[in-house]
């Protein structure tokens, strides 16, 4: 859905109950939200309107009343809609709710004060009041509902299928519920990677002394690292299994239906490994490559003749790889073209591969895809800035340019194309099935002209400012209302630092 500036409702997607029609004929719309199979939105006079299922009797799906918008509503002024129910901010600060109530998610609390914004989860309700408070109802069988002690006052709240976070007037964000995945918790006192890899739903790490965490999905153990490992050379993260090189020798733990966690007994001098959906590629000391698991689609069938390798990256049911020269080589699954290196393609520099696209970054800074392109992920848009990484999830890619720049396309609706300015300026990307994750670059506070890096351009601004005194001199480089030889010392011990 999409509310336009003329106040009318767009609707494209699913619309097997009539949730996304063509034609939206209310006019005047200030607020608009999408259930699972229904649609609402309330309009300036504070009308709701509701759409889609549960209007009508259905053997194949229930109907529960969420798109009835109850007889005599007062004046709205906003509504959100849940998996199968929805509530209302009237303008009174009260609330009303409707649909399906098999957990109480439309019971809405007697006595609740006014309230400033409402949400609506997959089997829950929240308010967040005008005292700055959170009010959770329904479901609480992950403890969705279960609001924290001492939460201080809050000025935002919105309700997951399972979970439910908040926007604390500090700035902070906290969340409860279900986290089943952890993906986005990176474990408390975890120094900074010398090495990361995503997978599926999981996220492994090696650090400077050759240990390797791992978190996220472990419904395959794939984040269990094997006791006693340690030393390991590099790292790699696959649909549901996980890979570590220890003395030239991979060693594999996670999901193993297809063997991609048994690699050739004589395999060794291994410098770099790749994981797939459900296969495994290593690439050998002189350049070969070495494919195990899953080869349905002959995605391990490595090409005969295929030499001087320069490095590798695996798809869901494909691989990829780049030679020294520039080239690059594709097999296994080609059903949405994702192997069809183009012509015309140039010298390379990085590969990466996705569900059914690959994403090429050329020796000039430029991206090239090829492949499925459902939703884009094969159409990178203009970039301001030569680009240095490029990393392909499922159905999305994304690039890091060479300002620090984050840019994704294609799929996002888990929000993992939907690479916000704050990210800015970055030094890492990687991307998972349906996430991708950032490294964001330190900021220096000598890098006075925001390049990136402290040089004598940052010395020039120091010593324009130089004996200056007052507050907020960006040459006060240690706040002491002086800029004086203090400061000159902290930017000499930047000095050429990269904050990017």
């Known amino acids: 859905m999409a509310l336009g500036a003329d106040g009318r409702v767009r609707c494209w997607g699913r619309n097997d109950y009539g949730q996304a029609p063509e034609t939206v004929p209310m006019q005047g719309i200030i607020g608009i939200s999408a259930g699972s199979f229904h649609s609402a939105a309330v309009d300036s006079g504070g009308a709701v309107f509701a759409w889609g299922a549960g209007q009508f009797a259905s053997i194949d799906w229930p109907q529960y009343g969420q798109s009835i918008v109850p007889a005599g509503l007062a004046p709205a002024a906003q509504v959100d809609c849940g998996a199968f129910h929805t509530v209302a901010r009237l303008r009174s600060g009260g609330v009303r709710a409707w649909g399906w109530n098999n957990f109480g998610q439309c019971a809405v609390p007697a006595g609740l004060p006014a309230t400033i914004q409402v949400s609506a989860g997959g089997l829950h309700s929240a308010a967040l009041l005008g005292s700055g408070a959170i009010a959770c109802w329904g479901s609480s069988a992950v403890g969705q509902c279960a609001v924290p002690a001492g939460l201080g006052p809050c000025k935002a709240v919105s309700c ?37 890899a ?89 350049g070969a490559v070495v494919c195990w698991g899953n080869d349905e689609s002959g995605q391990c069938a490595v090409p005969v003749g295929l030499a001087n390798v320069g490095s590798i990256a695996a798809g869901a049911e494909h691989s990829v790889v780049r030679c020294v020269g520039g080239a690059v080589r594709c097999w296994g699954s080609d059903e949405w073209g994702q192997c069809d290196v183009p012509a015309d393609l140039p010298s390379i520099a990085a590969v990466a591969a996705g569900a059914s696209h690959t994403v090429a970054l050329t020796t000039t800074g430029g991206v090239r895809c090829w492949g499925g392109n459902s939703f884009g992920q094969s159409s990178p848009p203009v970039f301001g800035s030569a680009v240095q990484r490029v990393v392909a999830g499922a159905f999305h890619s994304a690039a890091l340019e060479a300002d620090g720049t984050v840019t994704a396309w294609g799929r996002s609706a888990y929000g993992e194309a939907s690479a916000g300015t704050d990210l800015s300026p970055a030094r890492g990307l990687w991307a998972g099935r349906y996430f991708s994750v950032v490294e964001r670059a330190a900021v220096l506070s000598s890098d006075l002209d925001g390049d990136g890096r402290v040089g004598g351009a940052d010395l020039g601004r120091l010593l324009g400012q130089w004996g200056a005194t007052g507050s907020g001199l960006a040459a006060d480089l240690n706040h002491d209302g002086l800029v004086s030889g203090a400061d000159l010392g902290i930017m000499l011990g930047d000095w050429t630092s990269a904050g990017v």
């Open 160 to 196: 997951g299928e399972r979970h439910t976070v908040v926007l604390l007037e500090t700035g902070e964000v906290r969340c409860w519920g279900s986290n089943r995945s952890m993906q986005c918790n990176v474990p408390i006192g975890l120094g900074a990677p010398e090495q990361l």
């Open 198 to 286: 995503v997978g599926g739903g999981h996220i492994v790490v090696l650090d400077s002394h050759g240990l390797v965490t791992a978190w996220g999905d472990n419904d395959w153990a794939q984040c269990v690292v094997p006791a006693g490992l340690s030393a390991a050379s590099t790292i790699a993260a696959g649909g549901s299994h996980s890979v570590a090189v220890v003395s030239g020798r991979p060693r594999c733990w996670g999901r193993n239906d297809f063997l991609q966690c048994v690699p050739p007994a004589w395999l060794d001098r291994v410098e770099a490994v790749a994981a797939g959906e459900m296969h495994t590629m290593a690439l050998r000391s002189g």
